[in-house]
């Protein structure tokens, strides 16, 4: 059995102007800029999808213009998740789910739904909208991923509830929401969003080699012991987990060299 999952490192969104001369190359056409970013990283989250829908052929496009094993994790549209009672929501996640993303076909991965910081916790209501969250489409596993901003959710209740259906929190690196580290899926996905644009790797190398350990320990099938927990008396089963992380602060400037540091750094350790 392996004895680790794969660790993903990778930013949010690939058309930003300021990586334009400076991660991107002079010149590059911008109808090639995923193609670059793609050859550069593991993984990408497209915030466009929160915005507005896509055409089957859109997302046909971008699994044609990334490598094999390269992964997108699609944002959830807003109109799905920014509403007063959650359990009314199956129509606006059945209208996302139906504009093609299964075109994008092993390239697909996590599907992030995102919360207000307004929305608070109401167990009943928040069940019944896992519920609505289907775990195939067109015969392709979807894996599912929520990040909610509100302290309410600083409950064991609403990580029982994230382990009965298999679906992972976010676990945010932020200066103002909650982190909620706690494992409750086959995967973990991490928003690493305290970077700064004062350094050229987002975060300084102590917080970088922190950052190390901590996701090569869930990809082990770990919890990391230095991130406090909701429930901390939960007994985690121990098996691989892939992993991902995204370098998304407020500036983003260096958010791909953030990244891609996070990669050699997971690659020399694993050498080691």
């Known amino acids: 059995m392996t004895k680790a999952g794969i660790i993903r490192t990778g930013i949010g969104g690939w058309t930003f102007e300021p990586w334009e001369g400076t991660f991107y190359p002079e010149k590059l056409p911008k109808k090639r800029q995923l193609e670059y970013a793609a050859g550069k990283l593991k993984v990408i989250e497209v915030n466009g999808t ?10 046909a496009k971008w699994a044609c213009e990334v490598p094999d094993g ?6 959830a549209s807003r109109f799905t998740t920014n509403r007063k009672v959650l359990a009314e929501a199956g129509e606006s996640i059945e209208k996302f789910l139906g504009q093609g993303l299964t075109e994008l076909g092993d390239r697909l991965g996590p599907l992030l739904w995102q919360f207000a910081p307004t929305k608070k916790f109401e167990p009943d209501d928040f069940e019944a909208f896992l519920k609505l969250l289907p775990d195939k489409l067109d015969g392709l596993k979807l894996t599912h991923v929520v990040e909610v901003r509100h302290d309410s959710f600083k409950v064991p209740e609403f990580i029982a509830l994230l382990a009965k259906y298999n679906i992972a929190p976010v676990c945010a690196d932020h200066f103002e929401y ?5 494992v409750t899926a086959d995967f973990v996905y991490a928003r690493l969003q305290k970077g700064s644009d004062d350094i050229a790797t987002c975060y300084a190398e102590p917080d970088m080699q922190a950052w190390a350990r901590r996701l090569e320990t869930w990809s082990q099938g770990g919890v990391p012991d230095d991130l406090s927990l909701i429930d901390g008396t939960r007994k985690v089963e121990k098996r691989p987990r892939d992993v991902f992380a995204f370098f998304i602060h407020e500036g983003k400037v260096n958010a791909p060299y953030g990244a891609m540091a996070m990669r050699e750094l997971l690659e020399e350790r694993a050498r080691r």
């Open 178 to 182: 909650p982190m909620i580290a706690d």
């Open 70 to 75: 390269f992964i997108f994790s699609l944002k």
């Open 50 to 59: 929160y915005y507005g829908s896509q055409k089957p052929e859109t997302f």
